[in-house]
């Protein structure tokens, strides 16, 4: 059976299994006082062996190396657990229960542990080349911030959860790569390089639903490269840049038609000058001439008069 699990955002879904186990508490008992017990009982063993090889008492032989066994199954179920870890307990291929907390445990004898790290942990992917949108190739790589959440699904629904997690993030990565353009040409168009943050939450959002089956939860994710493929790289900055030539030129131009017809309705409207349509065109020619123009302009004085 599979359920479909969705990103916020709406346009990911991810199909993953359901979890066939859930993290739950094992039963354990204080591990300092089953210490403490055994040790008597290992010194108990030792006295009662002592005297009975003295006396040639086989009977006290024999309870000796029944409370040595004793104190020594009692001991063998001793388990610590550090900060930032995990213990998951089995017994006999059956989950029974994970420790979290830390300190000194005691629990059944005959199971077995495995030690889980829940420590916050970074996974940097490697620089990868894809084909955005549009097509042109690209190179993208991100950080993703993980932590193990659920230590049963970590162990017993993957293979290996940190492997896992590798292949899903680069999974994810490659997906939005190929769903964006890396250069938005309308405004209102959602591109990688212009969307950072949308991108990055779809992209946390992505691999959360990615590796949820593993027990595993995305604290954060960030994009560390975004570039051109080396091989349209000067081509796509050459587009870049007439772009941007394109865009500054149209601020230039449309500040400097302000400029001029304010100059005309003040010149009008103050009456200093009185000037035909003729008269009108050529200083807004030149006018737009020195505001549009690259380099300075040198000024020419009219001594005569202005119809000669």
């Known amino acids: ?48 062996l002592v005297s009975g090889v003295n006396a040639e008492d086989g009977i006290r032989i024999t309870i000796g190396v029944l409370v040595g066994l004793v104190g020594l199954i009692l001991l063998a179920g001793l388990l610590t657990v550090a900060p930032g870890e995990a213990k998951v307990l089995q017994l006999f291929g059956s989950y029974t229960g994970t420790v979290r907390k830390p300190g000194l445990h005691w629990v059944n004898p005959l199971t077995s542990k495995k030690k889980i790290s829940t420590r ?41 959860f940190v492997e896992f997690v590798h292949t899903q993030t680069e999974a994810a990565v490659r997906h939005i790569a190929t769903t964006y353009a890396y250069d938005a040409h309308t405004d209102d ?21 990615r590796v949820e089956s593993a027990g595993v939860r995305i604290v954060e994710s960030r994009i560390t490269h975004l ?16 772009g941007a030539v394109v865009a500054a030129r149209s601020h230039i131009v449309e500040g400097a038609v302000g400029m001029v017809e304010m100059a005309l309705e003040k010149l009008s409207e103050k009456e200093i000058v009185d000037l035909d349509e003729e008269r009108k065109a050529a200083m807004v020619s030149n006018l737009l001439v020195v505001l549009c123009g690259d380099r300075g302009t040198q000024p020419v004085v009219n001594t005569g008069s202005l119809y000669h």
């Open 1 to 48: 059976m599979s359920t479909t699990r969705s990103a916020p955002t709406g346009d990911v879904t991810v199909r993953m299994p359901d979890p066939a186990v859930q993290e739950r508490p094992a039963s354990s008992t204080n591990g300092v006082l089953m210490l403490l017990i055994g040790l008597v009982l290992l010194v108990a063993a030792a006295l009662v």
């Open 120 to 160: 916050i942990r970074n996974h940097e992917s490697d620089v990868l080349k894809v084909n955005d949108l549009d097509g042109n190739p690209i190179e993208i790589a991100a950080v993703v911030v993980w932590q193990v959440e659920d230590t049963a699904r970590a162990v017993f629904e993957v293979d290996e």
């Open 189 to 209: 168009t959602v591109s990688l390089r212009g969307n950072a943050d949308s991108i990055t939450s779809e992209l946390s959002a992505e691999i959360a639903a």
């Open 227 to 242: 570039a051109y493929a080396p091989e349209i790289a000067g081509a796509m900055l050459q587009r870049q840049q007439a």
